[in-house]
């Protein structure tokens, strides 16, 4: 399969760890010129960087905050100084709102309409900045590919608070009217919703909840960070020719409600 991606350069926020990190490292074996932003952890980010230049590829480490959405258009820049363009997003940075994933325990109303407005902003304005800053570097070029990380929560669910979800699911009208407004540069948008992914960050769930969880997928397991890299590569590269407007699901999303 030829990605055509010698060469083109790909930014790809919130790449420090998971997802993200995998998505570097299958960019960079493709011979890409990938920046990676991270927002506390510039370590983990060289690292990853580290591994993007040994796979083949030119790595270059920037910081980006989503909650400060200047940081954003500052982090574009930064990257188009370096290499004159952007051909690919990944735009895949996610603000939790604490230090993981919501807490299933509060209650819907219990949340300060505080936290939808930061939530909301950075997760779903915070998607549409990057976009907005990226386009006019690949209009001028004629093509570009922008892939969007969702979630499967924004179809099933969680219980708790309903900020995340909400925000997530908003991806998908950016990917569809996105489709619309670009296509004609040449610019193919698409969403991808993966399910429970096995990282570093999963380490803490109890094996008989993941092994239930796989029981109820196709394949009988659960996808990696390396699975859906490889599905954001595609959709990121020349091998895709004309997908667009698309939400893609990995096999984890079978497992569905996963709360259950």
Same mark, same amino acid.
């Given at each position: 399969?030829?990605?055509?991606?010698?060469?083109?350069?790909?930014?790809?926020?919130?790449?420090?760890? +998971?997802?993200?990190?995998?998505?570097?490292?299958?960019? +960079?074996?493709?011979?890409?010129?990938?920046?990676?932003?991270?927002?506390?952890? %510039?370590?983990?980010? $060289?690292?990853?960087?580290?591994?993007?230049?040994?796979? #083949?590829?030119?790595?270059?480490?920037?910081?980006?905050?989503?909650?400060?959405?200047?940081?954003?258009?500052?982090?574009?820049?930064?990257?188009?100084?370096?290499?004159?363009?952007?051909?690919?997003?990944?735009?895949?940075?996610?603000?939790? &709102?604490?230090?993981?994933?919501?807490? %299933? #325990?509060?209650?819907?109303?219990?949340?300060?309409?505080?936290?939808?407005?930061?939530?909301?902003?950075?997760?779903?304005? #915070?998607?549409?900045?990057?976009?907005? @800053?990226?386009?006019?570097?690949?209009?001028?070029?004629?093509?570009?590919?922008?892939?969007?990380?969702?979630?499967?929560?924004?179809?099933?669910?969680?219980?708790?608070?309903?900020?995340?979800?909400?925000?997530?699911?908003?991806?998908?009208?950016?990917?569809?009217?996105?489709?619309?407004?670009?296509?004609?540069? &040449?610019?193919?948008?698409? @969403?991808?919703?993966?399910?429970?992914?096995?990282?570093?960050?999963?380490?803490?769930?109890?094996?008989?909840?993941?092994?239930?969880?796989?029981?109820?997928?196709?394949?009988?397991?659960?996808?990696?960070?390396?699975?859906?890299?490889?599905?954001?590569?595609?959709? #990121?590269?020349?091998?895709?020719?004309?997908?667009?407007? $698309?939400?893609?699901?990995?096999?984890?999303?079978?497992?569905?409600?996963?709360?259950?």
């Amino acid at each position: 399969m030829d990605t055509a991606l010698k060469d083109r350069v790909v930014l790809v926020t919130g790449a420090s760890k +998971g997802i993200g990190a995998a998505t570097a490292r299958a960019f +960079g074996q493709e011979g890409a010129r990938v920046a990676i932003t991270y927002r506390d952890s %510039p370590e983990k980010a $060289e690292k990853v960087a580290s591994g993007v230049e040994a796979a #083949g590829g030119q790595a270059l480490v920037v910081r980006l905050d989503l909650e400060a959405l200047r940081s954003v258009e500052e982090a574009v820049n930064t990257v188009v100084d370096r290499w004159g363009g952007i051909d690919v997003l990944v735009a895949n940075a996610v603000r939790w &709102g604490g230090d993981g994933p919501p807490d %299933p #325990g509060i209650r819907f109303e219990d949340v300060p309409l505080d936290e939808w407005q930061a939530m909301i902003g950075a997760n779903l304005i #915070g998607a549409a900045a990057q976009v907005r @800053a990226v386009l006019p570097s690949m209009r001028s070029r004629g093509w570009g590919r922008i892939v969007l990380i969702s979630s499967s929560v924004a179809e099933e669910g969680l219980p708790g608070p309903g900020p995340y979800g909400t925000a997530k699911s908003g991806l998908y009208g950016l990917a569809r009217s996105l489709a619309w407004e670009a296509g004609w540069d &040449g610019i193919l948008v698409n @969403a991808v919703a993966p399910g429970l992914t096995l990282t570093d960050s999963r380490a803490p769930i109890p094996k008989f909840i993941t092994d239930k969880l796989a029981a109820a997928t196709p394949t009988r397991r659960l996808s990696d960070a390396d699975d859906v890299a490889k599905l954001v590569l595609f959709l #990121g590269s020349g091998a895709n020719g004309n997908l667009t407007g $698309e939400v893609v699901r990995d096999g984890s999303s079978a497992a569905r409600a996963p709360h259950i």
